[in-house]
């Protein structure tokens, strides 16, 4: 009786209406992403080749992960660096490229389009002309190196190189996140900048003091979706390097991607996407914890 | 606005007017080679009323599209197949088949039919394919080039000398002007053909060590004669840093030998090349070998027509389909015969490669299941021997201890 | 100074654009000419009829068909469901919002490798395996990303206008019908832009879940000009163009949107 009762103040109360508002995806989550997380994390119990029937073993996938495997350590080693490089040099390049289509410019639609372009051809065919590009004998870009008595670079074929150089060519595909900073750019109050202006405040001081603090919880939005990217950027590296020369591109979703369906080992490679998932969430709830000191929620629900 | 509506949902539901049979056939070609199997399902289906063949192409995503349907159980009935070890647990071994078809497998291109075979722990072998078409390796010349530089043309049975030495003669460095092109990222299964040629091999015939096969003096030997070509500008490095293709650099007249299969065929032909084609050149005092680069078709064992799946893949390898197939060598000897081309000059020093029927080679994966990691480890090997151009067997040793380990996950 | 940041701007586009106009170029050559070195930036004789070429070597009309259905109703869904959720989200304070939200950051975080194949098995017991349901009806229920994006659009909106709504008697179904969806309007041309983009490129949903020819998407078609051992580059860049072509107009139409400035002013009022 009593569970009724509460049940029946519940609705009435409109204590109901925020779940009404988010059921769509709890709906979706429960019916397309919890069973197969649910079953990934099961079968990394198991030592499954695909294959033939699945034999549990006691967690051995976990400890040879994180105790006798070089491949893994390597991998995760490459994944930090790239990721270093990566999340700063994406996120200052769009913000930058964002702040000037901002400038009231003549035929702005059209860099917005231009600057965006590439974001809206299928990868396989970027990736094709970007490595005719940075071809070490025969690329352009070294062709304009060797003009200006720059010693021409092995891009893609020196293990120190191909690292910074699928850096770079991520850095063409920052239209996505271009445009986000964009619109919230446009959302910040024009007058707020004429007033810092009168009161004799630099473009730097208002970049300082009303940019960022007002773009704040769309950066937070690019930084968190920018780190989960950078470690699950598998097209990049599979495509421009097969994540050589020498493994030196050979990231963990490569590697997670290549046991999965090269070795047919899956419950390996479902240990180790959990692996994987629990260090993102850990690196997003450190971002998140820290977010509070430098994001700005016009009107936060406490 | 509602008949568009009534349109989408008829798109969403619609379960289009079914042939009695369908029947899943997939493939990893395209272009030409898939035209090709087309004409072959139309073929069958002509002579089967009542069946429709669903040809199925997947070109290079082909590997994940057949890994999800074997993993989830709802594998194409018919596949495209050349890496029997990883798929053999859901393969049907067509040994029985075989045996009641009469097919007539002498007529096959020798070896075809071992290398679709797995042999298992109790000495008992499966027949888990059905050869399609195959390719060995030969060396591509180009004739113009040879000309310009008064060099005679290859002859079946020469030997490395004289080929660097031809190299060395058509080589310009100055103006990227090459005789050889060294692959610097080979296919493992690919690059064994040289090992074969000097005497040594992957991994040993029992499959339990790549100590003293990899890391033998003559896969050394091997390597150190392709690093000393890159080093003194005989040969050009292509595939590490470089857009991979060998093919522009031939047609524009840069590039004066290569070996491959039949692959760049199509593309010379394009351009119109004058190129001529000679065996592999031998080490001395060695006979050249090449491997076989085979397709096959395989059933899978989930399938639920196997019979009729039987049928078409019988019917794949009659002689009126493989004379369809003009992408890759005939597969049946007879065809070849027919077609001319054991004489034809393009064609015949392919033949002059194909491995004897009582070969004992064959590739390194048929003999250990875990040979695809250890592969990844040999190939990584590849890449520092060309990235450094040194150090040959100490990084052929210090792989074969990384291989051994990973023969043994 | 102005003349400094035309000629920064006019490098950018040229950088930004070289993709595309090499694309076009490798489309409209000879395949001969295409194996030169050096390679010409403009054909000997322009071959438009290549794009003829390669929209019939397959049933592209059935393609752009499918890819068009799964496209637009997707996105249909997507914005209707990420916006309710994002308001939800964003607009209440409920036991276990923390905990939701996490899950729905650490669900943008699952790597598809492992989870695939236990989809393909649900999907195959639906039996939604060869149909284009697995790329539509998923779209229905939100998606992370584009949820946690309009949530932080939701976040600057002032709480006030709520308020006010409320006052005049409104729900707040209401408040986020009448007045959030017009305000994020900007925000959703652009979860649209995206979640079409998404739909129109997507290339491995497609492969895993459908076989059929008469069900393949247009990115499906594309792959099938790339073999394992040869690849048909003319068609593939040719398709490559066309393929980009309903994007790129959907986004120079809906930038006007997404930029201008009066529908996002009165956020900050």
């Known amino acids: 009786m009593r569970g009724k009762a509460a049940r029946r103040h519940f609705w009435s109360r409109g204590a109901a209406t925020p779940y009404l508002f988010v059921a769509p995806w709890v709906i979706g989550f429960a019916a397309f992403t919890l069973g197969p997380l649910l079953f990934s994390l099961y079968i990394s119990f198991f030592d499954w080749p695909l294959i033939g029937t699945p034999a549990f073993n006691h967690g051995a996938n976990y400890v040879t992960i994180l105790t006798d495997d070089a491949d893994f350590l390597h991998a995760l080693t490459v994944t930090l660096k790239f990721a270093a490089m990566f999340v700063p040099s994406n996120l200052i390049v769009a913000l930058l490229l964002a702040m000037l289509l901002n400038q009231p410019l003549f035929a702005s639609g059209f860099f917005r389009a231009a600057f965006y372009l590439p974001s809206i051809i299928s990868g396989v065919a970027l990736v094709t002309i970007w490595s005719w590009l940075l071809s070490h004998e025969y690329g352009v870009i070294n062709y304009v190196l060797t003009l200006a008595h720059i010693p021409a670079v092995n891009w893609l074929g020196s293990p120190n190189w191909a690292p910074v150089s699928i850096v770079l060519v991520s850095l063409w595909s920052v239209g996505g996140t ?29 970049f300082v003091l009303i940019t960022l603090p007002l773009l704040s919880p769309v950066l937070l939005f690019n930084l968190v979706t920018t780190v989960i990217a ?65 994001v700005f929620y016009e009107t936060e629900v406490k | 606005m509602r008949t568009w509506i009534t349109l989408a949902l008829t798109g969403l539901m619609a379960t289009a007017a079914q042939a009695d049979t369908t029947l899943r056939f997939a493939t990893w070609d395209s ?71 009469g097919l007539d497998t002498s007529d096959f291109a020798a070896v075809t039919l071992n290398y679709a075979t797995i042999s298992d722990p109790d000495g008992s072998k499966r027949v888990l394919g059905v050869p399609a078409g195959y390719t060995t390796l030969v060396t591509y010349f180009n004739k113009d080039m040879f000309d310009k530089a008064g060099l005679a043309y290859p002859k079946d049975g020469w030997t490395w000398d004289e080929l660097r030495a031809d190299a060395k003669a058509l080589a310009k460095p100055d103006e990227k002007v090459y005789g050889f092109g060294v692959d610097g990222a080979p296919d493992p299964y690919d690059f064994e053909a040289y090992l074969w040629s000097n005497g040594s091999s992957w991994i040993s015939p029992d499959g339990k060590t790549t100590k003293g096969f990899l890391s033998a003096p003559e896969t050394a030997q091997v390597f150190q004669m392709f690093v000393d070509m890159v080093k003194s500008g ?16 031939f047609n524009a007249d840069k590039l004066g030998m290569v070996i491959s299969g039949t692959w760049p065929m199509p593309d010379f032909d394009t351009a119109k090349k004058n190129y001529g084609v000679a065996m592999m050149p031998a080490f001395a005092g060695k006979p050249a070998h090449s491997q076989v680069d085979m397709s096959a078709l395989s059933i899978a064992k989930d399938s639920k027509n196997k019979d009729l799946a039987w049928e078409f893949v019988k019917y794949y390898a009659s002689p009126e389909a493989v004379a369809l197939r003009t992408n890759d060598l005939p597969i049946l000897n007879s065809v070849a015969k027919s077609r001319g081309l054991l004489d034809n000059p393009k064609y015949a020093a392919f033949f002059k490669m194909l491995p004897p029927g009582d070969d004992t080679r064959s590739p390194a994966f048929l003999h250990n299941p875990n040979w695809g990691r250890a592969q990844d480890v040999v ?9 450094d151009l040194d150090n040959v067997q100490a990084t052929l040793d210090s792989a074969a201890d990384s291989a051994d380990k990973a023969l043994t996950k | 100074m102005k003349a400094a940041r035309w000629a920064l701007m006019a490098l950018l586009t040229l950088l930004f654009l070289f993709p595309f106009y090499w694309t076009l170029v490798t489309a409209i050559k000879a395949k001969p000419e295409l194996l030169t070195w050096p390679p010409t930036w403009w054909p000997e004789t322009a071959l438009w009829g290549n794009f003829v070429t390669a929209w019939t070597a397959q049933p592209f009309a059935t393609f752009l068909w499918n890819s068009t259905l799964v496209t637009v109703l997707s996105t249909i869904g997507q914005l209707l469901s990420s916006s309710l959720v994002a308001f939800g989200l964003a607009r209440f304070a409920f036991p276990g919002r923390n905990l939701l939200f996490m899950v729905l950051l650490a669900a943008m975080m699952i790597p598809w490798d492992v989870t695939m194949i236990p989809l393909y098995m649900e999907f195959n017991w639906l039996g939604w395996i060869n149909t284009l349901k697995p790329l539509i009806i998923p779209a229905w229920f939100g998606a992370p990303f584009f949820i946690f994006l ?16 409320k006052m005049d008697g409104a729900n707040m179904f209401q408040v986020y019908w009448k007045i959030h969806l017009p305000l994020m309007a900007p925000a959703l041309v652009l979860v649209g832009v995206f979640q079409v983009l998404a739909a129109w490129n997507d290339y491995l949903g497609p492969l895993i879940f459908l076989n059929d020819q008469s069900k393949y998407t247009l990115t499906l078609g594309l792959a099938q000009f790339k073999g394992l051992h040869n690849t048909d580059l003319t068609s593939l860049a040719a398709m490559t163009v066309i393929l980009c072509l309903p994007p790129l107009v959907l986004f120079l139409t809906a930038q006007r949107y997404i930029m201008d400035g009066s529908l996002s002013s009165g956020i900050k009022g």
């Open chain 2, 379 to 387: 190939t990584t090997a590849i890449q520092q021997i060309y990235v």
């Open chain 2, 31 to 101: 272009d030409q080679a898939l035209e090709i199997e087309k004409k072959v399902a139309a073929g069958f289906e002509a002579a089967h009323p009542g069946v429709k063949v669903q040809v199925e192409a997947y070109g290079d995503g082909y590997d994940d599209k057949i890994a999800a349907g074997f993993g989830a159980g709802d594998p194409p009935d018919v596949l495209y197949m050349w890496n029997f070890p990883a798929y053999q647990a859901s393969l049907l071994p067509l040994n029985d088949y075989l045996a009641k078809s």
């Open chain 2, 234 to 249: 005989e040969g050009v490095l292509f595939g590490v840093g470089d857009n991979g293709s060998y093919r522009e650099l």
């Open chain 1, 178 to 206: 271009m445009l986000i900073f964009l619109t919230g750019l446009k959302s910040i109050p024009k007058d707020l900048y004429e007033a810092a202006s009168l009161s004799g405040v630099g473009p730097f001081g208002q």
């Open chain 1, 230 to 294: 950078a470690f699950q950027q598998l097209t990049l590296a599979l495509l421009l390097t097969k994540g050589g020369p020498v493994k030196s591109t050979y990231m963990l979703a490569m590697y997670i991607y290549d046991t999965a369906f090269k070795y047919h080992d899956m419950g390996y490679a479902a240990a180790m996407s959990w692996l994987m998932l629990l260090l993102i969430i850990a690196l997003t709830l450190a971002i998140f914890k820290l977010s509070s000191l430098w």
């Open chain 3, 150 to 165: 309009l949530r932080q659009f939701i976040m600057s909106i002032p709480r006030e206008l709520d308020e006010a709504a």
